[in-house]
């Protein structure tokens, strides 16, 4: 099993830059794909970004490419999400998730952080 556990809830202004990170546990569990998602309050669980096990490789949702990145440091089993020019839309709670990438669904999730943006 993978354990996963996302940094504190944070707020900041439109056009501002957090940081999110999710400290993994568990014996492989830096050969797992993995992937921040997020969900605002009334709407359906969304992709944000997803990356690969060696870290070259990553995927973003639409709304939020160029603003974010999603990057992995196996050595310190931590997944990373860089969020940039942020906009209000973008307020919600983000989790991180992993899978054994030969599977297609998620299946371990952190607990969810809580963005906030005004």
């Known amino acids: 099993d993978v354990q996963l556990v996302e940094s504190g809830e944070e707020s900041v202004q439109a056009g501002g830059s957090l940081r999110l990170s999710c400290a993994a546990s568990?014996?492989?569990?830096?050969?797992?794909?993995m992937a921040w998602f997020r969900q605002a309050p009334g709407k359906e669980r969304e992709a944000v970004a997803s990356i690969y096990v060696a870290g070259s490789s990553a995927v973003y949702a639409d709304s939020v490419k160029g603003r974010f990145t999603i990057s992995r440091d196996n050595a310190k089993n931590t997944l990373y999400l860089q969020m940039n020019s942020l906009k209000p839309e973008d307020t919600a709670m983000y989790y991180c998730?992993?899978?054994?990438?030969?599977?297609?669904?998620?299946?371990?999730w952190g607990q969810g952080t809580q963005v906030t943006v005004s």
């Open positions: 568990g014996s492989t569990s830096t050969r797992y794909c």
């Open positions: 998730a992993a899978r054994q990438c030969w599977m297609i669904a998620y299946n371990y």
